[in-house]
């Protein structure tokens, strides 16, 4: 069983910037195709942020482009999401996950809060 745990989130201001981080407790590129983050605001829906594959290429929700970067490190297994230029709007709880061939993993969340 693999387990996946974020970190980073708090409190920020409007224009501040964190670092989310998904550490797993085993290898990701034996285990995952694709690493991504997903968040989910108050009364609304899980959504997509941004996706790396094991090959690294990455896909972002289009209104997050520019705005959001991930990136992974194999030798770490950790999946990072940096977000810069944060919105109000970008409050939510963002999770990580960890998509195989026939499951995928969910971590707890993190919660963002940005607000002045």
């Known amino acids: 069983q693999v387990q996946l745990v974020e970190s980073g989130g708090g409190l920020v201001q409007p224009g501040g910037s964190l670092r989310l981080s998904c550490a797993a407790s085993?290898?990701?590129?034996?285990?995952?195709?694709?690493m991504g983050w997903y968040r989910q605001a108050p009364g609304k829906e899980r959504e997509l942020v941004a996706t790396?594959?094991?090959?690294?290429?990455?896909n972002y929700a289009d209104s997050l482009t520019g705005r959001f970067t991930i990136s992974r490190d194999d030798a770490k297994n950790t999946v990072y999401l940096q977000m810069n230029n944060l919105k109000p709007e970008d409050t939510a709880v963002y999770y990580c996950?960890?998509?195989?061939?026939?499951?995928?993993?969910w971590g707890q969340g993190t919660l963002v809060t940005v607000s002045s």
């Open positions: 790396v594959t094991s090959g690294g290429s990455t």
């Open positions: 085993r290898s990701i590129s034996s285990i995952f195709h694709t």
């Open positions: 996950n960890g998509r195989g061939i026939l499951f995928q993993v």
